[in-house]
């Protein structure tokens, strides 16, 4: 992936609409991760409980190379996967998928969420309306272009953490700082720039500072 860019979605987005008395609600979301991803899906759940089908899919930059079951890499290590839970095969999740696919968009999570109305809509409706519902809610969230993050997790004693929060404020990176025992920075850095900073954290902390992905 290096230092290119890639296309997401701006941020959270949804939509609504009723189809032969079904309500379907789309949302999406950023995803930087298959676990923010299933996080996304899990929230979605239990805001749905009642529901009669939670459709999920996604597609997260992954630079791993294998794969696990019902997940596949296509150029640049993307990691897809989507579900019908319970719709008939190919009928709900795979044309969420293919709208993040035709949209170009990585890093993206979506979930239609669908009420049944008591009149079945066939394969062809279904497809229709799942398609419909992501393509409303990719809408209403936007697009726009971002480049590659890594998570990193530092670890210092107090008397170097001044020191790290002065590096990571004046680099304008995004940064959590937990003060227990030790001082922990959960950091968010673009990739090409992820070397440059790890190499001046530890000069100026001569290697006291614990860098791990996070």
């Not at 294998?66 to 709900?92: N, Q």
């Not at 799942?130 to 990719?138: F, G, H, M, T």
Request: glycine share 12%; charged share 30%; net charge negative.
């Amino acid at each position: 992936m290096g230092g290119t860019t890639y296309r997401t979605v701006a941020g959270r987005g949804e939509s609504a609409f009723e189809v032969r008395g079904s309500e379907f609600i789309g949302y999406v979301a950023p995803a930087e991760s298959v676990e923010a991803a299933e996080s996304f899906i899990a929230e979605i759940e239990d805001l749905h409980a009642d529901a009669t089908h939670n459709v999920p899919a996604y597609r997260v930059q992954d630079g791993r190379t294998a794969t696990s079951e019902g997940s596949a890499d296509v150029g640049g290590f993307v990691r897809e996967w989507s579900s019908d839970d319970g719709e008939p095969t190919s009928s709900a999740g795979k044309p969420a998928l293919n709208v993040l696919q035709q949209r170009d968009i990585e890093n993206v999570v979506a979930v239609v969420t669908r009420y049944y109305g008591g009149t079945n809509l066939g394969v062809g409706g279904l497809v229709r309306a799942y398609s419909r519902a992501v393509k409303e809610a990719v809408d209403e969230a936007g697009v726009v272009e971002e480049r590659p993050h890594r998570r990193l997790a530092i670890a210092v004693e107090y008397d170097d953490s001044g020191t790290v929060r002065g590096i990571l404020e004046s680099e304008g990176v995004e940064f959590d700082a937990d003060y227990g025992e030790t001082v922990g920075f959960s950091v968010r850095v673009p990739v090409e720039e992820t070397d440059a900073l790890c190499d001046r954290l530890r000069s100026a902390t001569s290697g006291r500072a614990d860098i791990e992905d996070g």
